[in-house]
DNA sequence: CTGTTAGCGCGTTCAC
DNA sequence: GTGAACGCGCTAACAG
């Protein structure tokens, strides 16, 4: 079924049929009516890939995320596909993975689709590969970053200032009477460097001993282990910081069947105020990076950067801590 | 850049780069290399808007969900998705909500699209306004639903025995010496409903009484109420079988605050074996309703049926009990 | 083995 | 107000 079937059976042509859809001026109401009458009667949508071919103009969004199932990054994705899907934009929601070639083949697939705008999610996207690839595949569509930022004329970035947050986490800690405070990365992300500048920056201002368990795997049995091999590295640590809300919940887990006590014995902070901070007994405390907030500066980017020529906004925001049992 | 571009700076005709670029036979090395050599060094995409409207074919699939963020649905989105990428297939990704306008408003959507199949996921699409809008919609190709059946002549589906999953959880814990055995159901999805009919005839099977708290919010706060709302109504309450697992958290966490033991006063079961299982102390034990199946199998009829004339497979799986240490 | 031609289903001038 | 004709970028049928 085209609009050619329904001009048909309307007894008008194509054209006309195409200005009703469209809602153009000068169709005599009576015409009109007839056209939609046969439309609805048909059910008939226009197809959304000739229109796009005709009008070089996709109404749909791309967005990359490295693992979908990803918490930190799904309410992100979430919340853009949903805004703009009132607007008539589809969002094409893309899990890379984490291997650079497969990001930039996805951003090849991308652009295949003529996407009208492209939300990166997550700082792991911060390298020159993926740099090279938006240059030469998407340089003429409008590019938001949601916690990473790369160089680009086209390119907009949302960032949460991780730095700051650690460095704040590290002083709360102390405030609170700590002095053996260590911190658990995960991957070695653009986002995580940032936590461990900040979290060595703080150590070092308040003189204490700077103690880092890196590579952490990305889950509870990844806190698990690191927080296992923390206690035996450094007995008398007091206070954690863990880059990732997940890995801390694991981490606890490990140090009440340790026989620890929490918050008495060791203060524990996770990072991302995630929905899992209130599973855990007891409900974990974290840095909050206000990803809400990024993605929804996100999405006014791009919204009014498409079809528009492309900015080249830098929005930042601050960490806050949000306090519950575990400190 | 188009085809054309390529052809003239190649020195041949269009259609001559349209096969290089599809790999057809009957072209002489010679001008295969010459026009893979242009395409490199232009680093050329051939619009796939244009390809779709030419072949009447799309290479995209539709998946429908009604909250990505739930990680019920996340896992089964990812995975069939993940798996169509190195087939050449992108996965458009819609939220469709709760309510049944926006589902079917999204089936048109898709529609627009040419998908070339589409994904239901969640019994939730079970009725019949989908249904109407699946057969006017998108009538001529195939349609896999995850955990949920309707009768079209294009529709596939994989679903799990929830009925008999859950007559097998009041057994078992039957089998552990408890005697009042409740169920806490959230919304009122075809899903939950076997589940509540499994529930109840196990239960008068067995001789016990019937205590159902229906209707509970699908989070960990619900839980918590609904937990509150049934020791009110049942203080003899030893054994609760939870339609979702991040609910049973919910529950289990008032439960301790109230003073019971787990599982020593109370047995507590989940449903859907997720995540958070182990992020509970104890962790919770749960009917492992078999997604990862489900999803495969959706993902295997899907491949099968694409291109073809549709079928109608029907699959289903059995539940199983995943003990930790909560029962 | 390669080029020419004719659609795919829309939107958009430009006449009438 | 409305219709005819063309172009969007690609594939496929037909020639040569």
Do not use: W
Request: aromatic share 6%; hydrophobic share 35%; net charge neutral.
């Amino acid at each position: 079924m085209t609009i050619y079937d329904i001009a048909r059976m309307a007894g008008v042509s194509a054209s006309t049929v195409s200005r009703v859809m469209n809602n153009r001026e000068g169709i005599s109401s009576r015409t009109r009516e007839r056209v939609m009458e046969v439309i609805r009667n048909e059910n008939f949508c226009a197809s959304d890939t000739a229109r796009s071919l005709s009008t070089q103009y996709s109404s749909t969004i791309g967005i990359l995320v490295a693992d979908i199932r990803n918490q930190h990054h799904i309410e992100g994705a979430y919340m853009i596909a949903q805004r703009f899907l009132p607007l008539g934009y589809c969002s094409l929601l893309l899990n890379t993975g984490y291997e650079k070639e497969s990001m930039v083949e996805c951003i090849r697939t991308l652009s295949t689709r003529r996407i009208s705008g492209l939300v990166l999610i997550g700082s792991i996207f911060q390298n020159s590969e993926v740099e090279e690839a938006l240059k030469s595949f998407v340089c003429d569509i409008p590019v938001v970053f949601q916690n990473g930022e790369l160089d680009l004329p086209n390119l907009s970035s949302a960032v949460s200032r991780d730095d700051e947050g650690t460095a704040d986490a590290v002083r709360f800690l102390y405030g609170k009477g700590r002095r053996t405070i260590a911190f658990v990365n995960n991957n070695d992300t653009p986002s995580n460097r940032k936590k461990m500048a900040g979290y060595r920056k703080a150590v070092s201002q308040l003189g204490l001993k700077s103690i880092i368990i890196p590579e952490c795997e990305d889950s509870a049995e990844g806190g698990e282990k690191a927080a296992e091999k923390l206690i035996e590295a450094e007995p008398g640590v007091d206070g954690i910081i863990f880059s990732v809300d997940l890995i801390a919940a694991g981490g606890m887990r490990k140090l009440l069947s340790l026989g620890r006590r929490i918050p008495e014995d060791i203060a524990i902070l996770g990072t991302d105020n995630s929905s899992c901070c209130t599973l855990t007994t007891p409900m974990l405390s974290s840095i909050d990076t206000r990803l809400p907030e990024l993605s929804a500066a996100c999405f006014d980017i791009l919204k009014t950067e498409i079809g528009q020529k492309q900015g080249r906004k830098n929005v930042s925001f601050e960490c806050r801590i949000v306090e519950r049992q575990t400190t």
